[in-house]
């Protein structure tokens, strides 16, 4: 399986905010003993690069990804950690181009048709739509469908427990990103016994 039918399999992709690398670890064994072998690691901190590559060293099988990469010096250093594909949360031409180049996963984020057509110039097909909530939804994307059949979309932003069943439901979606299961408090305080609960309820609610 590529990236794409991985993650369309697992349905939800945890975005995570780590601090400090040491708490890597312990993550990456709560969301998979939850049942999803699946992160999104963002740069919003310096402990980024270290958190994939302890988790991609403990968990190899698991599917790592960088998130709000902003340069190509981010990409390049996510990549090198062990990082299988790279989110960002707004379009990015240099990264995108990067990637492309190199044949790696990008999921660059879109809001706007103006920005869904960027994608097109790199033939790229799935777009991160972020933030998903509070740019319409899935009303938003069922608009951007019918010009654009051919791109598919990861929302993030705002999505829970209580409406991701929602956008699942319909097919122009691969997975939703969030944080509901993996709040940075709980991450931060070490309770990693309640995000695997969390991912847990997740997965079983997502469950076909
Ligand atoms: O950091 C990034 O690159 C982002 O795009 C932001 C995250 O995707 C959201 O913070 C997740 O959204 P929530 O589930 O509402 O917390």
């Known amino acids: 399986m590529n990236v794409n039918e991985r993650i369309e399999t697992l349905k939800i992709v945890p975005v995570v905010v780590i601090q400090d690398a040491k708490d890597a670890v312990p ?43 902003t340069n190509v010096e981010q990409a390049e250093k996510a990549i090198a950690a062990g990082a299988k594909f790279l989110v960002t949360a707004g379009f990015n031409r240099a990264v995108t181009e990067y990637a492309v180049e190199n044949k790696l996963t990008i999921y660059p984020g879109i809001c706007t048709p103006t920005e869904l057509m960027f994608l097109l110039e790199y033939h790229l097909t799935v777009a991160k739509f ?26 993030t932003g705002g999505i829970n427990a209580g409406n991701v069943k929602e956008y699942l439901a319909d097919p122009k979606i691969i997975a939703c990103g969030g944080s509901w299961m993996v709040k940075d408090s709980l991450v931060r305080e070490g309770k990693f016994d309640e995000i695997e609960r969390l991912t847990a309820e997740a997965v079983a609610l997502v469950r076909d």
Not at 30 to 54: H, K, N, P, Y
Not at 130 to 142: H, N, R
Request: cysteine-free; proline content about 7%.
């Open 27 to 69: 993550l990456a064994k709560a969301l998979t003993a939850g049942g999803l072998s699946v992160a999104e690691v963002t740069f919003r901190t310096d402990a980024a690069e270290a958190s994939i590559r302890a988790m991609t060293d403990e968990f190899p099988d698991m599917l790592v990804g960088a998130g709000t990469v």
């Open 130 to 155: 972020f933030p998903a909530e509070q740019y319409g939804g899935l009303k938003t994307i069922k608009a951007l469908s019918a010009p654009f059949p051919n791109i598919r979309f990861m929302p």
